[in-house]
């Protein structure tokens, strides 16, 4: 059979209407909100109607560092849920929506891949129902009242020097990063610095994720800290009288969306904050829905276990009272090589002993998600050319770490490729070991928060923040905060804060260069090394291969 692409398999799917995908929920039509034929919204008043159902089982897929090999984390969560659907458990798939800024850019589209993908593909890594743009506008809405409030006598008596509230746009732009706003004279306002966020970094979003309700995001949104006096009192989003309309513009956004994987199973797409600049999952208002839906509910976090389910565990499932059954970590062979020294360019060629010299960066992943109480088995996401010896090389070492790998075809076969790891799965499920917890308790100090994830996660010897920074969070806690989560921002390619560094590096220092608060959103962002929250694109950004062909069809994109 000839080679399709991604993007060619997702238009040959036979999807099924989007009516039809919420009755097997058993969601009526009435309570969808149709966007075209093939994606809509669920309606609040059905989803407040759910309360009193009981929860199915919630499984984490999550992955190593990711490395240019590729892993596949969001394929394998969608082979997942379609292989859980085969085997007759009633399963459904919470993920993150796309943002545009990584899909110009290098990183690509986020359905999934082969056929193991959500449709529509296309709209899916586009404008799909909005929501990015939703969200775009109430944050940048709040950032023009800010600079409008002081240009009108700026009664709140702001401190211009110390507005914190920046402007976000969902597009990878490094010119963007720092900037001064209101030149031009008197009628443009006071100038100031500032600068751009992209959007999946905003506050705003990460508060569409964690809300429960259009209350509770009303209330969150108000909570924002937007800026200080001269006398550091905080100023906040009601004072500016923000939050009723912030909340309008969100309104629609906060409903979750409903699609299709290819074999016409359902899934909730909803929300979209990156792992290395935020906390990495999709909204708790899918997973919750989800669960009083399905049976099992198969979500995944953001890039590796070190960033994402670290924060799935110790933020969305802190804050939203869920408790995992197990967790998935996704590997390939290639990826193993990687991390034991060889090139791309190599990979091809077998090479057992590179495999072995990898394997720490996946064995590191499976001690630190079993150290949050859950079960955990490794998926091998196999490629073309993975040789036997290599996939033993594999399973033979997460043994020995006191785990399975189970070796995964969902890509070329679908759900038939991923029986073996839905069957392993339910037995992990209905063996009833977990026994989840956060790293840390709450009333833990928020530097000693910074400094046990930094340690117990990352393996760090130490956590090097200046004086100003820890007296900012002693500040924070002194004003009532010091009983939230901490959101590490970091690199994604390593535990350590050097991209470069693969493997499972020991005794390294993680530098903190700036804390930000998200009262809203409710944790402390802490900005370690090198890592932007406006990403740039790369030299030869996908952009420049993204077109329509002559019969009007998107190429380039995947």
């Not at 060889?342 to 077998?350: F, H, M, N, P, Q």
């Not at 001690?367 to 859950?374: D, E, P």
């Not at 996939?391 to 890509?411: F, M, N, P, S």
């Not at 009333?443 to 920074?469: H, N, P």
Request: aromatic share 6%; glycine share 10%; proline share 4%.
């Amino acid at each position: 059979m000839a080679f399709r692409t991604d993007i060619e398999i997702a238009r040959a799917a036979r999807k099924r209407p989007i009516q039809e995908i919420g009755a097997r929920l058993g969601i009526p039509a009435e309570h969808l909100l149709p966007y075209g034929h093939d994606k809509a919204k669920v309606g609040q008043d059905f989803i407040r109607s759910l309360a009193a159902r009981p929860d199915g089982k919630l499984v984490l897929v999550t992955a190593i560092n990711p490395t240019p090999a590729g892993e596949g984390k969001t394929t394998t969560t969608v082979g997942l849920g379609d292989g859980l659907n085969r085997i007759g458990r009633r399963a459904v798939i919470c993920i993150r929506e796309a943002s545009l800024g990584p899909n110009f850019g290098m990183k690509g589209g986020a359905a999934g891949g082969g056929m193991a993908q959500i449709v529509p593909m296309e709209e899916m890594n586009l404008h799909f129902t909005g929501d990015f743009h939703a969200i775009t506008s109430a944050h940048n809405l709040l950032s023009a009242m800010i600079d409008n409030h002081i240009y009108w006598g700026n009664e709140l008596q702001i401190d211009a020097r110390r507005v914190m509230w920046r402007r976000v746009m969902d597009m990878n732009d490094r010119a963007l990063r720092d900037m001064v706003v209101s030149l031009g004279g008197v009628a443009n306002g006071y100038p100031r610095q500032t600068g751009f966020d992209i959007t999946v970094a905003s506050e705003v979003m990460a508060i569409l994720c964690l809300a429960q309700d259009l209350d509770d995001l009303q209330k969150r949104l108000g909570d924002i800290v937007v800026a200080y006096t001269s006398e550091r009192k905080p100023v906040y989003a009601r004072d500016l009288k923000a939050d009723g309309a912030m909340t309008v513009l969100l309104k629609d956004a906060m409903q979750p969306n409903l699609v299709q994987t290819l074999e016409n199973n359902p899934a909730f797409v909803h929300g979209g904050p990156f792992a290395n600049i935020a906390h990495g999952c999709n909204s708790v208002i899918a997973t919750k829905t989800a669960l009083k839906l399905g049976d099992y509910v198969v979500t995944e976090a953001g890039f590796g276990a070190d960033l994402g389910a670290e924060k799935f565990f110790d933020i969305k499932c802190r804050k939203a009272g869920l408790r995992p059954s197990a967790a998935v970590i996704v590997a390939t062979v290639r990826a193993m090589k990687m991390n034991g020294g060889v090139l791309k360019a190599d990979l091809a060629a077998e090479n057992v002993d590179a495999v072995k010299q990898g394997c720490p960066n996946l064995g590191r992943h499976i001690a630190n998600v079993k150290s949050f109480g859950v079960p955990v088995v490794v998926a091998i996401n196999h490629f073309h050319g993975d040789t036997e010896a290599e996939i033993a090389a594999v399973k033979t070492y997460v043994a020995d770490q006191g785990a399975e790998a189970v070796l995964c075809r969902h890509w070329a076969e679908g759900s038939a490729g991923a029986e073996d790891l839905a069957r392993h799965v339910v037995d992990l499920v209905e063996g009833g070991t977990a026994d989840f917890a956060p790293l840390y308790p709450d009333e833990m100090g928020l530097f000693e928060k910074i400094e046990t994830v930094a340690k117990r996660i990352y393996r760090a010897s130490e956590v090097v923040a200046d004086k100003a920074i820890r007296d900012q969070l002693c500040a924070w806690e002194a004003a009532g905060y010091g009983h939230l989560p901490v959101c590490m921002a970091k690199t994604q390619y390593s535990f350590s804060t050097d991209p470069s560094l693969r493997g499972a590096p020991t005794g390294h220092a993680v530098p903190v260069r700036e804390v930000r608060l998200s009262a809203g959103a409710g944790f402390v962002v802490a900005i370690c090394g090198e890592i932007m929250t406006m990403p740039g694109l790369p030299k030869r950004p996908s952009a420049e291969v993204i077109r329509l062909n002559e019969a009007g069809f998107v190429e380039g994109l995947f």
